[in-house]
Antibody, heavy 128, light 110 residues
Framework: QVQLVQSGAEVKKPGSSVKVSCKAS????????INWVRQAPGQGLEWMGG????????HYAQNFQGRVTITADTSTSTAYMELSSLRSEDTAVYYC?????????????????????WGQGTTVTVSS | QSVLTQPPSVSAAPGQKVIISCSGS????????VSWYQQFPGTAPKLLIY???KRPSGIPDRFSGSKSGTSGTLGITGLQTGDEAHYYC???????????FGGGTKLTVL
């Protein structure tokens, strides 16, 4: 059974950084992309970015450009999402989710068909 | 403001049918797949529909998806109280080079 297992909850100070991990089982890294989606309390889903591990290429949402870095370690089948310059508005549950990488004219995209396996979520609280 | 537009809420009686719409543009739904997710409070989203109209293994055929032009729809028939949840649509947006979601629709089964 394919699983994505995320690291535990974090409490951070404003201005600091957080790095969340997402370990995949099975052949996820050979054939899939890993996306990061966050959900602030009482709010909807927000796509942050994604990576296609076999190509080591990442896409980022404009809202997070310059503050988020998504990486993947194929040797351990683990993806990472690091968010810097944290502020209180970054308090949210952060999810990793896999999708089959979609490639067509214009390149490959980490979110293309639908995210079929999700991690359990990591709560990040930013508070002074 | 979400790039994809969904109604904030829909409601229907048990056993009835409900349709949830997801409106986009040519830069997203018009040229890319729509997927749909179900989310219960405190849990991770669950994929209901991918590739516009396909159901993953284990998803009942009470759930269906379709796409026409720049809009997608999720249909749920034979409503059950256990279907009460938030539903989200998502797609890729070529103008933003990013994934995008709708704001979510809360389904109430009266």
């Amino acid at each position: 059974q394919v699983q994505l297992v995320q690291s535990g909850a974090e409490v951070k100070k404003p201005g600091s950084s957080v790095k969340v991990s997402c370990k995949a089982s099975g052949d996820t890294f050979r054939s899939y992309a890993i996306n990061w989606v966050r959900q602030a309390p009482g709010q909807g889903l927000e796509w942050m970015g994604g990576i296609i591990p076999i190509f080591d290429t990442a896409h980022y949402a404009q809202n997070f450009q310059g503050r988020v870095t998504i990486t993947a370690d194929t040797s351990t089948s683990t993806a990472y999402m690091e968010l810097s310059s944290l502020r209180s508005e970054d308090t949210a549950v952060y999810y990793c989710a896999r999708d089959r990488a979609g490639c067509s004219g214009g390149g490959c995209r980490p979110y293309y068909y639908g995210m079929d396996v999700w991690g359990q979520g990591t709560t990040v609280t930013v508070s002074s | 403001q979400s790039v994809l537009t969904q109604p904030p809420s829909v409601s229907a009686a048990p056993g009835q049918k409900v349709i949830i719409s997801c409106s986009g543009s040519s830069s997203n739904i018009g040229n890319y797949y729509v997927s749909w997710y179900q989310q219960f409070p405190g849990t991770a989203p669950k994929l209901l529909i991918y590739d516009n109209d396909k159901r993953p293994s284990g998803i009942p055929d009470r759930f269906s998806g379709s796409k026409s032009g720049t809009s997608g729809t999720l249909g749920i028939t034979g409503l059950q109280t256990g279907d009460e949840a938030h539903y989200y649509c998502g797609s890729w947006d070529s103008s933003l080079s990013a994934g995008v979601f709708g704001g979510g629709t809360k389904l109430t089964v009266l």
